[in-house]
């Protein structure tokens, strides 16, 4: 074996670039796969993260078209939360949504299960201006639960409360990168804020103060263009319209209450709320659900390009195989040599399939560093955690031994079949 090995490295020493070009299809290969593999974990881990970082007790509420899965609904909030879901593209009417009533009756008619019921309404960009300073914002409305929802940090004032829902007051919950660049980090509460959007001028009284947390998948954006949400009463933010109702709130679950179960119960109620309702329905969905259902297609979207990439090891594989092929040829004389001191099939066999494999496990270790490289860049850039699984990793690595004991087996063969008197022959 040791006699193999030190035979199959002084073939690739003596023939040093014609090593390299035929290493280079399984270093693409492995390394295309390992960095898909890692941004695919990373991405999942950040979502994952994200996800519980918005409580583990939501339940989401949607109101959806008839005759929708689970994974349509997913592909028609891309737009926004809250959101209706139709393939056909109808629009709900007031009656088709979900109302104050319905949300008071719902709270009425599971007191100790429901902690409370987020609903919020986007506003739109706007930007906050007093004279050179400025602060970019994206205008939610909300009401009282949003906070318990979004496990948003408050660090001074209060969050909108149920009274600025009711009387629909001109407050509003900034961010601390607002206070930052608006006031210089002075205490904002109780002071007026100019909100300049592109048909009006909005004035607010600043309420709270709440610590702006970074979701990941960010940019490089300064702290100065950084757009951050700006936080009014959802009934203010919805005053100018003549759509009240809402397509989408969320559910907080009580400590005491199972989510599982809660989902269910929630949407047999809802079932039969809209059971008159023809076209439109209640899609009642927990965190775990959405998570599963997204990992799940991140997952299907990593096999698939990964499989793509997987090509490039085949074409690597048959250069192993060509490039052992060229070697017996080349080495004819010497397995006549070889055979006619008495080697046998099993001899020769292990001197060409010990060279395969050496090839295609270097290619393969090269490709794994390349790959980890190229995905810590990668996440590095997107701002998400570097997640990296020894068992891919290693099987990456056992993949492409395999690589060289298959596409180095044929070559190998044809090596021990040669009639050792016509390899001494050979010129």
């Not at 796969?33 to 994952?48: E, H, K, N, Q």
């Not at 719902?106 to 309404?121: K, M, Q």
């Not at 794994?368 to 810590?376: D, F, K, N, Q, S």
Request: proline share 2%; with cysteine; hydrophobic share 45%.
């Amino acid at each position: 074996m040791w006699e193999n090995i030190s035979l199959a490295f002084s073939s690739l020493k003596s023939n040093k670039m014609r090593a390299l070009l035929t290493m280079l299809g399984i270093i693409i290969g492995i390394m295309s796969i390992i960095a898909i593999l890692i941004i695919g974990d990373a991405m999942t881990s950040a979502v994952s993260s994200n996800l519980a970082t918005l409580g583990g007790s939501n339940i989401t509420v949607s109101v959806q078209e008839r005759g929708v899965t689970t994974n349509d609904m997913f592909a028609a909030m891309g737009g926004g939360m809250g959101r209706s879901s139709s393939r056909s593209g109808k629009t709900p009417t007031t009656n088709d949504l979900i109302s104050d009533r319905m949300i008071a009756d719902l709270r009425s008619n599971f007191p100790s299960a429901i902690d409370g019921v987020s609903v919020s309404h986007s506003g739109g960009a706007a930007q906050a201006r007093d004279g050179d300073l400025y602060a970019n914002v994206s205008i939610t409305g909300a009401n009282q639960d949003y906070v318990k929802a979004n496990s948003t940090t408050m660090l001074s004032g209060s969050f909108i409360s149920e009274t600025d829902v009711r009387e629909t007051n001109q407050c509003a919950v900034v961010s601390d990168r607002f206070v930052k660049n608006m006031f210089h980090g002075a205490d904002p509460i109780g002071r007026q804020v100019k909100i300049y959007k592109p048909d009006r001028i909005e004035i607010y009284t600043i309420i709270g103060v709440y610590r702006h947390e970074h979701m990941g998948f960010g940019g490089t954006v300064s702290d100065q263009d950084l757009t951050t949400t700006l936080f009014i009463p959802v009934t203010t933010a919805k005053q100018n319209l003549l759509e009240k109702n809402y397509t989408t709130m969320t559910v907080i679950g009580s400590q005491s209450s199972d989510v599982e179960r809660l989902t269910d119960q929630l949407q047999s109620y809802f079932d039969g709320i809209y059971e008159g309702n023809a076209t439109w329905r209640v899609s009642v969905s927990n965190f775990t659900s959405m998570l599963d259902a997204i990992n799940e297609s991140l997952g299907t979207m990593s096999l698939a390009i990964a499989i793509i990439a997987g090509i490039s090891l085949l074409v690597g594989g048959i250069g192993v195989m060509n490039i052992m092929l060229v070697s017996v040829t080349e080495r004819t004389r010497e397995i006549g040599v070889r055979k006619a001191l008495g080697a046998r099939n099993y001899h020769i066999r292990p001197q060409f399939v010990t060279e395969a494999i050496i090839i295609a496990s270097i290619g393969g270790i090269v490709g794994l560093l390349l790959g980890i490289m190229t995905g810590a860049i990668a996440t590095a850039i997107f701002e998400v955690p570097l997640v990296i699984s020894p068992l891919t990793t290693v099987g990456c690595v056992l993949f492409s031994m395999v690589i060289g004991v298959f596409f180095g087996l044929y070559p190998a063969n044809k090596a021990a079949k040669l009639d050792p008197i016509e390899a001494l022959r050979y010129e």
